[in-house]
């Protein structure tokens, strides 16, 4: 699972759109899915997004 920007500009203006995004494997290859759209984000968000995501990363790792 991770982060994916989207940069878009609107109205001679730059804006970067956030994406939760994981990988799949599927039979035509590895592809990403779009968990959920976040929206733009500031950096403390970003920021709390980020841990999230690594939690949810080393919960999912085998313990072996």
């Known amino acids: ?34 968990l959920c759209c976040l929206g733009e984000l500031n950096s403390s968000a970003q920021a709390r997004w980020l841990r999230t995501v690594e939690v949810f990363n080393d919960q999912a790792k085998p313990s072996n």
Request: net charge positive; charged share 30%.
């Open 1 to 34: 699972m991770f982060l994916r920007t989207h940069a878009r500009s609107k109205d001679g203006k730059n804006h970067a759109y956030w994406s939760l995004v994981e990988t799949v494997r599927t039979a035509d290859g590895p592809r990403q899915k779009t």
